[in-house]
Nanobody, 114 residues
Framework: QVQLVESGGGLVQPGGSLRLSCAASGSIFSVDDMGWYRQAPRKQRHLVALITSSSGTNYADSVKGRFTISRENAKNTVYLQMNSLKPEDTAVYYC????????WGQGTQVTVSS
């Protein structure tokens, strides 16, 4: 089973940027499709960005053109570059396989507010 540690969240003003990181261990990372998910208060967690084992990407419409997912297999790490952040991006962000395993990391809080 994979272990996941997310980092890089924080408080940012609207229009700002953040870069999230996810360190994975306990799995053959390079063959896994990975994703970033988010869960806003009182809402379900859902997938916002996907990167395949061959580095193909796909995004939810709500983040397309603003977020970029990438991976560095040598470091077992997945990144999420978030630009032009909006208040509605406020959420706890998690990484996991796609489809996800049952065990999740602690997530990293992103708050977009002036």
């Amino acid at each position: 089973q994979v272990q996941l540690v997310e980092s890089g969240g924080g408080l940012v003003q609207p229009g700002g940027s953040l870069r999230l990181s996810c360190a994975a261990s306990g799995s053959i990372f390079s063959v896994d499709d990975m994703g970033w998910y988010r869960q806003a208060p009182r809402k379900q967690r859902h997938l916002v960005a996907l990167i395949t084992s061959s580095s193909g990407t796909n995004y939810a419409d709500s983040v397309k053109g603003r977020f970029t997912i990438s991976r560095e297999n040598a470091k077992n790490t997945v990144y999420l570059q978030m630009n032009s952040l909006k208040p509605e991006d406020t959420a706890v962000y998690y990484c996991n396989k796609v489809p996800p395993e049952s065990t999740w990391g602690q997530g990293t809080q992103v708050t977009v507010s002036s």
